[in-house]
C-alpha cells in the first residue's frame, strides 16, 4: 500500500528503522556484544514512545533478519531470549494500556523458539484492528517476503500476478508502505530490509549507534523528512 501523500509537511505515516551498531556499542565499552543488545532493547522503548509522541501511526523495528541466524549461537539465543522477555514485562503490557496500539511480527516465525512465537501470536490477536501499530521483524527478509508473497498469491490461483495482488501478500499487507526509513550505525546499506515496500522510502542514515539513539534524533530525523520533496517517479508539482 503506498502513502502517496505529497504534502510532505506532517510526520510521516510510516517510519522504518534498521536498528545497527548493537555491537559495536558494546565493544567500544569493553563489553560483550550482547550488552549492546541490551542496550538496543531499552532504546527500542523510548524510540516507540517517541514515534507515537510525533503522531507516526506506523513503526517498524528490524530486529532479526533471515541473515542473523549466522551468528554465533550464543548471540542468537541472547536476542531471542531479549525479545522474549522485552515483549511480556513491557509491549505487551504497553498494548493491554494502550486499546490504540498493537504490536505485529512481520517475518517467518516457525523457526522462532516455540515460547516466542507464541507470545508473538498471542500479541498479533490482541492487536488485530488497533489503529497505531509498531512491527517487529523477526526472522525477516526482504526476498523472502517477496517469494513467499508470490507462492501465496499463485496458491490461491490469484494470476496473473500484479502489484497490488503482490503487495496484499507481503508480511506487511495491514500497514502502509514506508515514507521513511532510518538506519542507525552508520552503514550504507539495506541489508534485505523491506525490498518491495521501500521503493519510494526517503532514507535518512545516521551515524548514532543504535543503543544510544534519543527522542530527539529521531525528531530530527522527522524535520530532516519535511524537507525532502516527494515525486514518486513523476515530476515536481
Ligand atoms: C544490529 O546491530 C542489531 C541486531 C541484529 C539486533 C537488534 C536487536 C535489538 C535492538 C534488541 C532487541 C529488540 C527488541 C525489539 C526488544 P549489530 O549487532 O549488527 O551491531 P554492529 O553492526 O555494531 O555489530
Not at 506532517?10 to 551498531?21: F, N, R, T, Y
Not at 498494548?95 to 517467518?108: Q, W
Not at 508473538?120 to 497505531?132: A, D, H, M, V
Not at 500497514?175 to 526509513?181: K, T, Y
Request: glycine share 8%; charged share 25%; hydrophobic share 35%.
Amino acid at each position: 500500500m503506498q502513502n502517496t501523500d505529497k504534502s510532505n509537511k506532517a510526520s510521516p505515516l510510516s517510519v522504518a528503522i534498521i536498528m545497527d551498531g548493537n555491537g559495536r556499542w558494546a565493544t567500544r565499552r569493553g563489553l560483550p556484544r550482547t550488552e549492546g543488545h541490551l542496550a538496543g532493547a531499552e532504546a527500542v522503548e523510548t524510540v516507540i514512545r517517541t514515534a507515537k509522541d510525533e503522531g507516526v501511526r506506523y513503526l517498524t523495528l528490524f530486529a532479526f533478519s533471515t541473515e542473523n541466524w549466522k551468528r554465533p549461537r550464543e548471540e542468537v539465543d541472547a536476542i531471542m531470549e531479549l525479545v522474549y522477555r522485552y515483549l511480556k514485562a513491557k509491549a505487551l503490557p504497553m498494548i493491554e494500556k494502550d486499546p490504540e496500539l498493537g504490536i505485529m511480527f512481520p517475518g517467518d516465525k516457525s523457526p522462532l523458539p516455540q515460547r516466542l512465537r507464541e507470545l508473538c501470536l498471542y500479541t498479533e490477536r490482541l492487536s488485530r484492528g488497533r489503529q497505531s501499530i509498531v512491527s517487529i521483524a523477526l526472522n525477516y527478509g526482504g526476498r523472502a517476503d517477496i517469494v513467499n508473497a508470490a507462492n501465496s498469491a499463485i496458491g490461491k490461483g490469484e494470476l496473473p500476478l500484479n502489484e497490488e495482488i503482490i503487495s496484499r501478500h507481503l508480511y506487511t499487507s495491514y500497514m502502509p508502505d514506508p515514507d521513511l526509513v532510518i538506519r542507525t550505525g552508520g552503514e550504507h546499506r539495506i541489508s534485505n530490509f523491506l525490498l518491495w515496500q521501500s521503493a519510494y522510502s526517503e532514507y535518512i542514515i545516521l551515524d548514532t549507534l543504535w543503543p544510544d539513539i534519543s527522542s530527539g534524533h529521531l525528531r530530527e530525523c522527522i524535520s530532516e523528512y519535511n524537507t525532502r520533496v516527494r515525486r514518486f517517479g513523476g515530476l515536481k508539482s
